[in-house]
């Protein structure tokens, strides 16, 4: 890891390394399509990647991944895994990922090379920062929008709230899936 990469990765250095939470709050459709509140752990890796060039575009960013347990089981109920980017010129951070349900997200924001909070975004039918979901999650539990929070309050310590608006077939009103979470450095 070159002395570049580190100091080109703007506002995702401070992510860089292994990091964990056991105070996760999941806020999620039970199977009645109701309401269920998980309480998890979860486990996230930030690695850094080589410089990236596409023509004038130059990004730096972090592959990573992220793995997350029910407190009182040994099995993950959630996994996902990417990229995060950071454009310098156009001060754009993003979250490509997938989750293997059927899910693939590209979030997006404008953010300072030195902020410690920041927030990125992806709706569905975006051409830019968009989403897109396999033909259950379509017609069963439609994924409309993305948001995450990330909140940097020192080198060991980060937060993250996130939120994920979906249509539940047989409703008028949109679901709040909401994911919230404090990790240490290990």
Request: charged letters at 25%.
């Amino acid at each position: 890891m070159t002395d570049e990469l580190i100091a080109n990765l703007g506002p995702l250095a401070p992510l860089m390394g292994i990091w964990e939470g056991s105070k996760g709050d999941d806020i999620a459709p039970s199977d009645d399509r109701g309401i269920e509140n998980n309480k998890y752990r979860e486990r996230m890796t930030f690695e850094p990647i080589s410089r990236t060039e596409n023509h004038e575009q130059v990004l730096y960013g972090l592959r990573y991944s992220t793995t997350a347990w029910r407190l009182d089981e040994e099995n993950p109920f959630h996994e996902d895994l990417g990229y995060w980017l950071w454009d310098v010129k156009e001060k754009q951070v993003m979250k490509c990922f997938v989750i293997p349900r059927g899910i693939t997200i590209i979030a997006g924001g404008t953010v300072e090379r030195g902020a410690k909070s920041f927030s990125i975004s992806a709706k569905t039918g975006s051409g830019t920062y968009g989403l897109c979901h396999n033909l259950f999650l379509e017609k069963e539990f439609k994924i409309m929008g993305f948001t995450l929070k990330i909140d940097i309050h020192s080198p060991t310590s980060f937060s993250y709230e996130q939120n994920t608006l979906l249509l539940l077939k047989g409703k008028s009103e949109f679901f709040d899936h909401r994911d919230k979470n404090t990790l240490v450095k290990k």
